[in-house]
């Protein structure tokens, strides 16, 4: 029987660099577009929906005050809009405006190709494997849906 004590180890460090190399794929297209990595994950997040904020800055892990300030900036930038939740005066939801909803599918296509690019060494069957590895782990951690997030590659 083999010894696999080193190989949790192992595959966390796996994990940990791909996290690096999408993450560095991911900030380098958000710069081609003249925006922050928070600030593309932002439009991805909501190409399929309006989102409120707290559901916002849940998902990209930050606090009210930083979703407010990066909401405001991308306002700013005519790439978003809140709308008024009906029935809640105090809840917003953020929408895509028209520039927003171009400038995200754009981003979206360009993140995508690129991370796909990251497989080009492997055989067609290897990437199904990958895919299906990875599926598990995201859905055995209990990452919502990517039709609940967008679907842009997003922290």
């Known amino acids: 029987m083999e010894d696999h004590a080193e190989e949790p180890a192992g595959v966390g460090a796996a994990l940990v660099r791909t996290a690096f190399l999408v993450d560095a794929v991911y900030a380098d297209a958000a710069r081609e577009f003249d925006l922050t990595t ?19 800055a849940k998902t990209l892990g930050l606090a009210k005050s930083s979703i407010t300030g990066l909401v405001d900036r991308c306002e700013k930038r005519d790439l978003v809009r809140r709308e ?19 400038l995200a599918e754009e981003l979206h296509e360009v993140i995508l190709r690129r ?15 990958l895919f299906g590895l990875l599926a598990r782990v995201v859905t055995g951690n209990s990452v919502p849906p990517a039709e609940d997030l967008g679907e842009c590659p997003s922290a």
């Open 115 to 129: 991370t796909a690019e990251l497989t080009a060494g492997l055989t067609g069957p290897e990437r199904d494997t």
């Open 38 to 56: 928070a600030q593309s994950q932002l439009l991805c997040i909501v190409i399929p929906r309006p989102f409120g904020m707290f559901e916002l």
């Open 84 to 102: 008024a939740v009906p029935g809640d005066g105090r809840a917003s939801l953020v929408a895509l405006t028209p520039k927003g909803a171009q």
